[in-house]
């Protein structure tokens, strides 16, 4: 197995979680939340999608699917474009309501194409590539990918356990 076939397969498995915590779903499940200060599904898939979406653009040089694709507009969010959940305060959790499951994972998916066509051009060489100089050690390609897989199970993870409560 390449480098890329292994980070396909990564980035396959957070479609799947994704796909099972959202489908089927109202848009009132979608925005249940367990504690006031709580996330709902409709906010960590969301978020993990924007970040996904916010850093692969970044390392693969191309726009990011939010903005360019129009799911900004479609979502109609009370953000900036540029806004991907980092720092959120409750209210602003509270403030990702979506009209249907549909709408966040047609951005999911749409930013996983994204992903896996740059992704799958990469080769155990590219990975040493630093692509952040403003962390100590600086963030090579490979790190940045790892730490996007990882966050990303565990918010997609985080999802899967309020639909269990739902």
């Known amino acids: 197995m390449t480098s ?44 993990l999608t924007r970040i996904q979406d916010n850093h692969i653009a970044d390392v693969a040089g191309l726009p990011q699917v939010w903005t360019s694709k129009g799911w900004a507009a479609r979502f109609g969010l009370p953000f900036d474009a540029a806004d991907t959940g980092y720092g959120h305060s409750s209210d602003q959790v509270a403030a990702v309501q979506v009209e249907s499951g549909e709408l966040l994972t ?20 590219d990975l040493p590539l630093v692509v952040d100089r403003s962390w100590d050690p600086p963030v ?3 790190v940045r990918l790892v730490s996007v897989i990882s966050d990303d199970l565990q918010h997609a993870g985080q999802a899967a356990f309020v639909r269990g409560l739902l």
């Open 4 to 47: 890329a076939q292994l980070l396909t397969d990564a980035f396959g498995r957070i479609r799947e979680v994704v796909h099972q915590a959202v489908d089927g779903l109202s848009p009132q499940q979608l925005a249940y939340r367990a504690g006031e200060n709580a996330n709902s599904i409709a906010w960590l898939v969301w978020h």
């Open 106 to 125: 047609g951005y999911h998916d749409a930013v996983y194409q994204q992903t896996i066509s740059y992704v799958e051009t990469l080769t155990d060489d």
């Open 140 to 142: 090579t390609l490979a």
